[in-house]
């Protein structure tokens, strides 16, 4: 029976030839109105296996990023009447099973985003094959995060987030980055406009086939996190406006 809301899943993708299709099969069909894929100008083959599904495929002309990938995922699902929003990441280090209890949590007001938490336990975590140093970075930052930002989130680093219409018609994401900090800049601009944040736990999936953000590009992420910290509480303070944290 067709629920009477309608939930769209986004999946910004890049080189996910190898695991769309395993994603696309655990999403819960009969809890989802349309499936949108975003491939940013992948080289490999992600953009023949998405015309073998049937979901809504977009292609980027150029490389956008991350963050400019997602831009297009929401801005699609608004445009096609999505009630919630699910983002999940097209490597199938997420469990898209967990998608309508993401939603009931959303759909009764108990939160406004939802994000999928891995590291429930440190066991489970390394278990699942995070490695060590991606497990303690992203505890180190998800607890600075926390303090900063006085929020309880056990992970604040995930590619499992859902969002109900009002949070992507009011958070002015289009300012945000088109890179990896895109994420971090999100939840804080959410923070700032007073959403309610939770979290469900998902299993840890770490294999060959997942991507994986390098150490370069991770090390940058934490600094431009951090640095997205530093604008917030100086916008807070009234010393230096940030157009990140004015409402459209």
């Not at 491939?39 to 991350?66: F, M, W």
């Not at 280090?93 to 108990?110: F, K, N, W």
């Not at 939840?187 to 998902?202: A, E, N, R, S, T």
Request: net charge positive.
């Amino acid at each position: 029976m067709p629920v009477p809301w309608k939930t769209i899943v986004v999946m910004p993708a890049y080189n996910a030839a190898n695991t769309l299709k395993r994603v696309y099969d655990d999403i819960p069909k009969e809890q989802v109105a349309e499936i949108i894929v975003v491939d940013d100008c992948s080289p490999d083959r992600t953009v023949e296996i998405a015309k073998q599904l049937p979901v809504t495929l977009i292609q980027h002309e150029r490389n956008t990023g991350y963050g400019g990938n997602q831009k297009t995922c929401y801005r699609t699902a608004l445009e096609h009447g999505a009630d919630f929003v699910v983002m999940i990441h097209g490597d199938y280090q997420y469990d898209a099973r967990m998608l309508p209890t993401a939603i009931e949590v959303l759909r009764h007001g108990i939160c406004d985003v939802i994000l999928g938490n891995r590291i429930r336990t440190r066991r489970e975590a390394l278990a699942g094959g995070m490695p060590k140093s991606k497990y303690f970075a992203n505890r180190g930052l998800t607890i600075l995060e926390n303090m900063l930002s006085g929020q309880n989130l056990g992970e604040w680093h995930s590619g499992f987030r859902a969002y109900s219409r009002k949070v992507l018609e009011t958070v002015p994401w289009q300012r945000n980055s088109d890179n990896f900090v895109f994420d971090s800049q999100f939840l804080v601009q959410c923070v700032h406009l007073g959403f309610k944040l939770g979290d469900v736990p998902v299993p840890v999936r770490y294999f060959d086939e997942a991507s994986s953000i390098s150490l370069w590009n991770s090390s940058v992420y934490a600094l431009k996190t951090l640095q997205t910290f530093g604008s917030w509480h100086l916008h807070r303070a009234g010393i230096r406006h940030s157009a990140l944290f004015r409402q459209p």
